[in-house]
T-cell receptor, first 116, second 109 residues
Framework: GAVVSQHPSWVICKSGTSVKIECRSLDFQATTMFWYRQFPKQSLMLMATSNEGSKATYEQGVEKDKFLINHASLTLSTLTVTSAHPEDSSFYIC????????????FGDGTRLSIL | QKEVEQNSGPLSVPEGAIASLNCTYSDRGSQSFFWYRQYSGKSPELIMSIYSNGDKEDGRFTAQLNKASQYVSLLIRDSQPSDSATYLCAVRGDYKLSFGAGTTVTVRA
């Protein structure tokens, strides 16, 4: 149980392109989903938290107009990197947790984004 | 001061030995603690969760929590080459997880 699917797993695109990443909870209802970014040899950095049906909460220093998050249902959240540039190249990982407060976060497989 | 600190690695252990990983946290009100394993190029995978003081065992893994000392540890018994990975300690405050920088473990065959 507690499977989180993330798609696509790998994206290469030109600078200026917008990229959408999907995160789905397959066998549970995810009231909260989290979006992380990880640069090589560094730990995970939380970008934003999304709750179903409400606006995402962004961490300090994360541009909400650049990283658009939508959490329209209890099983799907999307992250759109708008007008991506080479410095946005990174490993993006989503996680999800259920309504129960103490339940752990379960991670998707991640999306490796490379902007040329 | 970092919220979650882990012992610096890398940690190299021979196959069959015990790997010991340590983690301290600063928020005394934290109630939920997790250990994740992350292979190179992959996303984190949950190994253990622990919520109350004491030990919790799951197969070859044992998590230990001491809230008074704000300390949580992970022991890996009978280490296998497949255990070679980075281990992340995560502490939940409110609804967010705070991660340590990770300890990279290498198990020598």
């Amino acid at each position: 149980g507690a499977v989180v699917s993330q798609h696509p797993s790998w994206v290469i695109c030109k600078s200026g392109t917008s990229v959408k990443i999907e995160c789905r909870s397959l066998d549970f209802q995810a009231t909260t989903m989290f979006w992380y970014r990880q640069f090589p040899k560094q730990s995970l950095m939380l970008m934003a938290t999304s709750n179903e049906g409400s606006k995402a909460t962004y961490e300090q220093g994360v541009e909400k107009d650049k990283f658009l998050i939508n959490h329209a249902s209890l099983t799907l959240s999307t992250l759109t990197v708008t007008s991506a540039h080479p410095e946005d190249s990174s490993f993006y990982i989503c996680s999800a947790s259920s309504r129960d407060g103490d339940q752990p976060q379960h991670f998707g497989d991640g999306t490796r984004l490379s902007i040329l | 001061q970092k919220e979650v600190e882990q012992n610096s690695g890398p940690l190299s252990v021979p196959e069959g030995a015990i790997a010991s990983l340590n983690c301290t946290y600063s928020d005394r009100g934290s109630q939920s603690f997790f250990w994740y394993r992350q292979y190179s190029g992959k996303s984190p995978e949950l190994i253990m969760s622990i919520y109350s003081n004491g030990d919790k065992e799951d197969g070859r893994f044992t998590a230990q929590l001491n809230k008074a000392s704000q300390y949580v540890s992970l022991l890996i018994r009978d280490s296998q080459p497949s255990d070679s990975a980075t281990y992340l300690c995560a502490v939940r405050g409110d609804y967010k997880l705070s991660f340590g920088a990770g300890t990279t473990v290498t198990v020598r065959a």
